[in-house]
């Protein structure tokens, strides 16, 4: 099983991306997800997360109000649309598999994806 983070690029201040997570393999669909991201120097913060069935959502207060997190389970891919984007936002942005059925910022996180990097230009 893998998961592959793509959607990621060099963006103006104040404009969008959507960045997705796609899970190839022999996947189970009845995970939690969640986004992640590590900013140059900095530790790896956690974005935002979804429940297996997208019906409990947990996102960063330094996001919230910008970025949306979704799934599809048709398709083993999950989203992160970012909105209104900062250069604070710049990072290597990150997809995880949870233990759980949820995904929130003290899950455990047992399958990592490779990373998209995001850089936001002032």
């Known amino acids: 099983v893998q998961l592959q983070a793509s959607g990621g690029g060099l963006v103006k201040g104040g404009g969008s991306l959507r960045l997705s997570c796609a899970a190839s393999g022999r996947t189970s669909s009845n995970n939690g997800m969640g986004w992640f991201r590590q900013a140059p120097g900095k530790e790896r913060e956690f974005v935002a997360g979804?429940?297996?069935?997208?019906?409990?959502?947990s996102t960063a207060d330094s996001v919230k109000g910008r970025f949306t997190i979704s799934r599809d389970r048709t398709k083993n891919t999950v989203y992160l649309q970012m909105n209104s984007l900062k250069p604070e936002d710049t990072g290597v942005y990150y997809c995880?598999?949870?233990?759980?059925?949820?995904?929130?910022?003290?899950?455990?996180?047992?399958?990592w994806g490779q990373g998209t990097l995001v850089t936001v230009s002032s």
């Open positions: 995880a598999k949870s233990r759980t059925a949820v995904a929130g910022p003290g899950s455990e996180y047992t399958l």
């Open positions: 979804i429940a297996w069935n997208g019906g409990l959502i």
